[in-house]
């Protein structure tokens, strides 16, 4: 996994990168541009973070909207005592990966593995889905039988080509 932090303060990036155990880390400060040069692809290798600060809000609204179309990244917000995500996003995709400031690099590898896992599990499903419309939809024949020849399954062509339904077979 490749590590981008936006708007981060110093002391939020160097608890981010001793808590990131990845080859790649950019952490951007407060005082950088963010250019679309410096947001990555959408990728399952990257882990986006984003920290909210006031001082920032217009860029955070910006940086948010870009990544919320990131749906293959993984995506972490730093929340302060003051800044919550409902201030600039009620998009439900933010309020999964929440980290509220103060935290440790030990406490941060626990909310990105957490991330990670929550991301391959949205994948997952996404292909599942995709896979199930594909076999629902399909012109030809499909059964599925498990090991001892029992049918677990049979398409909608199935049952239109041999006038079976699932429950007959």
């Not at 103060?102 to 909310?111: A, K, T, W």
């Not at 629902?136 to 090991?147: C, E, K, Y």
């Amino acid at each position: 996994y490749n590590l981008s932090v936006f708007y981060a303060t110093r002391e939020i990036c160097r608890i981010v990168k001793n808590g990131f155990s990845g080859p790649g880390k950019e952490c951007f400060p407060l005082s950088s541009e963010i250019s679309d040069i410096k947001i990555p692809e959408d990728s399952i290798e990257n882990i986006i973070v984003v920290e909210l600060n006031d001082k920032f809000r217009l860029a955070i609204k910006e940086i948010l909207e870009i990544i919320e179309e990131h749906r293959n990244s993984v995506r972490i917000v730093i929340e302060s005592e003051t800044e919550t995500i409902y201030q600039y996003s009620r998009n439900p995709v933010f309020h999964k990966n929440i980290i509220k400031f103060p935290f440790n690099d030990r406490e941060f590898s626990m909310i990105t593995d957490l991330a990670i896992e929550r991301q391959t599990l949205y994948l997952l499903q996404k292909k599942s889905q995709l896979f199930s419309e594909a076999v629902n939809q399909s012109a030809n024949s499909i059964v599925i039988t498990n090991p001892e020849g029992v049918i677990e399954f049979v398409n909608p062509a199935f049952e239109e080509i041999t006038g079976y339904s699932f429950n007959e077979v």
